[in-house]
C-alpha cells in the first residue's frame, strides 16, 4: 500500500490565471498550514442546559504558501513569478499533499535576501479557495440581497424590542428611560468622529427630538420608539463615506454602550431589551457598511470580514451573559436574547462576509520586499507601477498620481521622499 512518503509530490507547481497567459511555476515547498472555519448559529434557551447549534456550512480554506525558487536562474524565476503575481483570477496550484486547487492570492511577501540565502529565493504567500467557477452569485446580485437583508435584520430588530418590553408600572417606565438616555448620550459622543454629519445632521437631530418626545409620555409608544433608533442608526450610515471608518465607528459605539439590567425582573428587562435593540442596530448597519468604497486591497477585504464576524460574536456573548442573568426569574419575565430576529441579524452578517470575500477577487494584491540598493521612491513606484500615473493634487500640490500613492502605502515623509536605503522594506498595491 503507498505510504505518505509515496503520494508526497517534490515539488509544488503553480500555473497563473489567463490573463498572465497560464505561466507555469515549479518550487520547493516545506509545508505550511491551511485554516478551515464554520460558519455557526448559536442560541442559548433559558434553563435549558448546553447550547442549540445551527451548522451553516464552512468558510473557503485559507491557506499560507511558503514556496522556494533556487537553481541558477533562481532570481529571474522569481522576478517573473512576482510580475505574475498582479494578474487577476484564479491560479491552477498542484499542492505536494492536497493536489489540485483552484486559489486566489490575497498576498505575497518577496523575502529577497541575496545575502543570507544566495542559492535559492523565498516567497510567503496567502490565498483564499473560492466556489468553483460557475457556482458564484454576481456582486451586483449579492450587493442587492445583502442591502434587503440588512434591512430585515433592522425590522426585525425594531419587532425584537416591541415583542421584549413590558410598561405597565412607572418602575419599567424608568427602566426604559434610563436605558433610552444612556443609548443616545452615547450615540452623541460617537458623532463627534463622523466626519460628513452636517450633511444629514438635521434630519438626526429631529429624530433625538421624537425620541425624546416618545420617552417624556407614560406609557411610551414602543412601536414609534424602535422606528425612531431604526431611523437614526439608517441615518448615520448614511453620512458614512468609508467602510472602513464605517465599521470602526458603529463598532466603537458598541463597545461604549454600557447599558446593562440592574435587576432581573420587568425593569432590568426593558434595559436589556434597550441594549440589544441597539446592538442589534448595530449589526445591520455594519452589514450595510461593507458596500461602501475604502476597501482597496484583498488583505483588507479580509481583515474587514474578519471585524465583521468578530462583531457578530461579541453581540452574541454579551446579550448571552445578560440572558443568563434572568436564568432564575419567572420565565415570563425572562429575558430571551434575539428569540425572533437572530436569523436575519446571522443572515444579514453572513451575506456581509460573502460579498467581502466574493468582491476581494477584483481587489488588489499587496506585495512588500526590500530594497536590494538606495533607490528613489518615485523610481520604485513607476517601476512597479508601470510608469508615471496622472497628475493629482495633493495637499495643494501637483503631483504623480503612482509616486504619491507609493509615499501614502509606506508613510514616507521628509528625506524618505528622495532617497530609500537599501534594505528598506516597501510595499505596493497592483
Not at 437572530?342 to 460579498?355: E, R, V
Amino acid at each position: 500500500m503507498p505510504t505518505i512518503e509515496d503520494r508526497l509530490q517534490p515539488e509544488i507547481k503553480l500555473i497563473s490565471p489567463n490573463e498572465d497567459g497560464n505561466k507555469e511555476y515549479i518550487g520547493k515547498w516545506i509545508g505550511d498550514p491551511v485554516t478551515k472555519e464554520k460558519k455557526l448559529g448559536l442560541f442559548d434557551s433559558p434553563k435549558v442546559k448546553g447550547t442549540l447549534i445551527q451548522d451553516l456550512e464552512v468558510k473557503g480554506d485559507l491557506h499560507q504558501l511558503t514556496i522556494y525558487f533556487d537553481g541558477p536562474d533562481h532570481d529571474l524565476v522569481s522576478a517573473e513569478f512576482w510580475k505574475s503575481l498582479d494578474a487577476k483570477g484564479k491560479w491552477a496550484i498542484f499542492h505536494p499533499m492536497r493536489g489540485l486547487l483552484n486559489l486566489n492570492l490575497s498576498r505575497a511577501v518577496w523575502e529577497d535576501e541575496p545575502v543570507r540565502s544566495v542559492d535559492f529565493t523565498t516567497f510567503n504567500t496567502n490565498w483564499i479557495e473560492g466556489l468553483p467557477d460557475g457556482t458564484e452569485v454576481s456582486i451586483v446580485e449579492l450587493k442587492t440581497t445583502l442591502d434587503f437583508q440588512a434591512s430585515e435584520a433592522n425590522l426585525s430588530a425594531v419587532r425584537q424590542l416591541e415583542s421584549n418590553v413590558k410598561v405597565d408600572s412607572f418602575a419599567q417606565y424608568r427602566a426604559i428611560v434610563g436605558a433610552v438616555e444612556k443609548a443616545v448620550n452615547t450615540i452623541k459622543k460617537n458623532l463627534k468622529k463622523i466626519e460628513n454629519l452636517q450633511i444629514i445632521n438635521p434630519r438626526i437631530e429631529a429624530l433625538f427630538r421624537g425620541i425624546e418626545s416618545t420617552i417624556s409620555n407614560f406609557p411610551p409608544d414602543i412601536t414609534a420608539l424602535g422606528a425612531q433608533f431604526s431611523g437614526l442608526f439608517e441615518s448615520i450610515g448614511l453620512s458614512q463615506n468609508n467602510s472602513i471608518s464605517s465599521i470602526d465607528n458603529f463598532t466603537t459605539f458598541a463597545d461604549n454602550l454600557a447599558i446593562e439590567p440592574d435587576d432581573a425582573g420587568d425593569g432590568g428587562r426593558n434595559s436589556a431589551a434597550i441594549l440589544e435593540l441597539n446592538l442589534s442596530l448595530v449589526n445591520a448597519e455594519i452589514a450595510k457598511s461593507v458596500i461602501l468604497p475604502g476597501i482597496e486591497t484583498r488583505e483588507q477585504a479580509i481583515e474587514i470580514a474578519t471585524k465583521v464576524n468578530d462583531y457578530f460574536a461579541s453581540m452574541i456573548n454579551r446579550l448571552d451573559e445578560i440572558q443568563e442573568f434572568f436564568y432564575d426569574t419567572p420565565i415570563e419575565s425572562q429575558f430571551v436574547s434575539q428569540s425572533g430576529s437572530y436569523s436575519d441579524q446571522l443572515t444579514a452578517n453572513k451575506l456581509a462576509i460573502k460579498f467581502l470575500l466574493s468582491s476581494s477577487v477584483n481587489l488588489k494584491i499587496e506585495r512588500r520586499f526590500k530594497t536590494k540598493v538606495p533607490r528613489t521612491p518615485i523610481e520604485i513606484a513607476w517601476t512597479e507601477l508601470d510608469g508615471p500615473g496622472e497628475i493629482i493634487e495633493v495637499d495643494g500640490i501637483l503631483l504623480d498620481e503612482n509616486f504619491a500613492n507609493f509615499c501614502k502605502w509606506n508613510n514616507l515623509h521628509g528625506d524618505d521622499i528622495i532617497l530609500l536605503s537599501a534594505g528598506t522594506e516597501v510595499r505596493v498595491f497592483i
